[in-house]
């Protein structure tokens, strides 16, 4: 903490011509940034963020994150790959009649070892199956998309510093596109949290 | 890092109102990730890797050959005969899902039961899931006959206009396997990604950088996106719990939904899945062993942690010798003849040597964890885990072949003897999950970067270290970590 320092990442000359992207500040330990988090969301900042090289106990509520809705949209796509199952099952093996699925297709009513062509409880565990399949494609994929990603790049990869968040580092990053983005007062909002260093990122 | 010496701190024991520590002898997050990174970082491997690889490679080649040989020729290349219809395939299938179920249970159920040991071994039991249920999805695909229609599988519309058969536990089989293999892949991917983004960061090749930052799809550790990553974990282990439930119960559907003695029988689903645990785990012991001494990840997959999959092998194995004994019961309280005679026949007919194979690997060995010593003595487990593993294949060989051979009538009994081609697809099997895995120790972080500091004491914002010096010059552990990383 004896040496704050600030400077831009990106070599001099192209950083005068460059947008400033936002401000990365360093913090030691899981302590500092739950505690700096704190300040920061009390301070009103929307478009920021922490970085942490695995989640932190507690950092959610410090952010002040709401709860993602993710698990209702899952349960949609259980619901979904259920029915799925039910009526691909009830379509090619108890009823006669055709329909259009991209081609021209036609269900066949099966006849083994005279059981009824309802026969549902033969049909439970391809059911089961498909909704567990659905369920967990839709909830990495949503998780993936919601978060934002791929996003392979990112303005914060040119900052070296921030290596580390995925090491041993805990970073709190402020875009300049929050509306309560003043450089300097922001370096110093994040200065008084008690960042080891705050560094400005610029787009490129 | 792993030049600190593990073996004078033993975490084996309890102390009433503390947690035995998961992680040894690192101070800071830096040292997890020097020490998981290692080996990945290296120029090269040990010498056992090379030796270990050039035998899998072999056996893979054999593998290659011996499939080719079979689809041009046929399934007459087996030892199969009338009544013996499934041999090999089959309790290689059977032994190969059974050996992934361990994965599942590692990074699904005991994560919902905050199992914190977990962390240090379910990055490579998950792998190991995936490489078994590779190696598990060759057997049906390739004995199927004529490989070329295994297309028929899948409700595909064609122009025959002919549909799979939903109510066969075959077709259920196609759907829970894929289904399966499926959710296991995206588990372990969805868990690789912040360690992909270390390596990602530390690469010092331009393309380590580009490989790691593609398939590490630009995590940068953002808290909004922890929290979604975190549900969605969540989310994926309740979903793979009653999934890997279910998958070995429909494996042994295949079984119990038939007629035949031996097989019909409804013990079956919990007794597939327990033994498909006990396999599992001994398979995890096996690899665990010779990779944390090789790659030096001793002071992260603790004796502790071997202890409790010793445990674990103890509990399993015993339900499985419970499950054994009540299908003796079972065939004698039903008063069915043929019920009766197939499992005398097991226990004394033509395959009686391999019936008592089966007992002694799997019901007599894993009695001796039940003493410490032998829980925490290493090559103990090890041979021990390698008994387990023969034990469970024989126990998918007997109930498969002994109830086929002798079946109602005695005129159409026969004898299954493999050929070359069904041992040497067997043993090919287990070179294309020695490859796969191989390639994954040098390739991939081994244990789970993030979760295993996410357990230790200095991840709690509360620890007493944070709160005792504010500031980073008076902190020891930071101190030391912006030593290591000057030299």
């Not at chain 1, 507690?58 to 994150?65: E, F, N, P, R, S």
């Not at chain 1, 041993?168 to 110093?188: G, L, V």
């Not at chain 2, 005991?110 to 962390?119: G, Y």
Request: proline content about 5%.
């Amino acid at each position: 903490m004896t040496t704050l320092t600030t400077q831009t990442s990106a070599p001099s000359s192209t950083a005068t011509s460059a947008r400033l992207y936002g401000l990365v500040a360093e913090f030691e330990n899981p302590a500092q940034i739950v505690a700096a988090a704190e300040k920061i969301r009390d301070k009103g900042y929307r478009y920021w963020d922490c970085h942490t090289p695995f989640p932190v106990h507690g950092l959610d509520k410090a952010m002040g994150i709401q709860r993602t809705i993710l698990p209702v949209l899952v349960f949609v796509a259980g619901a979904a790959g259920c029915t799925t199952g039910l009526a691909l099952q009830l379509f090619t093996n108890s009823f006669n009649f055709t329909i259009w699925a991209l081609v021209w297709v036609t269900g066949y009513p099966f006849l083994i070892s005279g059981k009824p062509a309802l026969s549902i409880p033969a049909f439970v565990p391809v059911m089961f199956e498909l909704t567990i399949l659905f369920s967990a494609l839709s909830c990495v994929g949503l998780m993936f998309l919601m978060n934002g990603l791929p996003r392979l790049h990112n303005p914060l990869f040119t900052c070296d510093r921030f290596r580390r968040a995925s090491d041993d580092r805990f970073f709190i990053s402020i875009e300049a596109r929050d509306p309560r983005f003043y450089r300097s007062k922001t370096e110093a909002d994040l200065k008084a949290c008690g960042a080891a260093a705050v560094e400005a990122v610029v787009e490129d | 890092m792993s030049t600190i010496p593990a073996h004078d701190i033993d975490n084996t024991g309890d102390v009433p109102g503390k947690r035995a520590a998961l992680v040894l002898g690192h101070t800071d997050f830096h040292q997890v990730t020097n020490t998981i990174c290692r080996p990945n970082e290296t120029r090269k491997p040990p010498m056992a890797w090379y030796i270990m690889f050039g035998i899998s490679m072999l056996l893979v080649m054999n593998l290659g050959f011996v499939v080719h040989y079979l689809i041009f020729t046929g399934v007459g290349v087996w030892g199969l005969n009338n009544p013996v219809m499934w041999a090999f395939d089959i309790t290689n299938f059977v032994f190969w899902v059974g050996i992934g179920h361990a994965g599942t249970l590692i990074s699904a159920i005991l994560f919902l039961f905050r199992q914190k040991w977990r962390t240090g071994i379910n990055r490579f039991a998950e792998a190991m899931t995936i490489f078994a249920v590779i190696c598990a999805g060759l057997f049906p695909g390739i004995h199927v006959g004529r490989v070329w229609l295994a297309y028929w599988l899948f409700p595909i519309p064609n122009q025959m206009a002919m549909w799979p058969q939903f109510r066969s536990p075959l077709l259920w089989d196609v759907f829970a396997v894929s289904t399966y293999f499926t959710v296991s892949l995206l588990f372990w991917y969805v868990g690789l990604v912040p360690d992909l983004a270390t390596m990602r960061d530390r690469a010092k090749g331009k393309v380590q950088q580009m490989a790691y930052g593609l398939f590490s799809l630009g995590w940068r550790g953002s808290n909004r996106h922890w929290h979604r990553y975190e549900r969605a974990y969540l989310l994926l282990a309740a979903l793979s719990t009653p999934l890997v439930l279910s998958v070995h119960s429909v494996v042994s559907f295949d079984f119990a939904t038939s007629q035949l003695p031996g097989w019909h029988t409804t013990i079956f689903p919990p007794y597939f899945v327990a033994g498909a645990i006990f396999s599992g785990f001994a398979m995890v012991v096996t690899l665990a062993v010779p990779a944390r001494e090789l790659f030096g990840l001793k002071n992260l997959i603790t004796l502790r942690h071997l202890d409790n999959m010793n445990k674990v092998i103890l509990v399993t194995g015993c339900m499985v010798g419970y499950a054994y004994g009540m299908e003796f019961f079972i065939a004698w309280y039903s008063g069915a003849l043929y019920e009766k005679f197939a499992f005398m026949n097991r226990a004394f007919g033509q395959y009686a040597w391999a019936y008592w194979i089966m007992v002694s690997c799997n019901v007599i060995t894993p009695q001796l964890f039940w003493f410490k010593k032998v829980r925490t003595s290493i090559p103990l487990m090890f041979i021990l885990s390698l008994f387990v593993n023969v034990g469970m294949w024989f126990e998918r060989f007997v109930i498969i072949v002994t109830s086929l051979a002798n079946d109602f009538l005695p005129s159409s009994w026969d004898r299954f003897v493999p050929t070359w081609v069904d041992i040497g697809t067997m043993l090919g099997a287990f070179g294309l999950f020695g490859v796969l895995f191989l390639l994954f120790c040098r390739f991939l972080p081994m244990i789970a970067i993030a979760e295993v500091k996410g357990v230790m004491p200095q991840a709690d914002p509360h620890w007493e270290g944070w709160h005792q010096s504010h500031g980073a010059g008076s902190n020891p552990a930071a101190a030391h970590s912006a030593q290591g990383d000057n030299s």
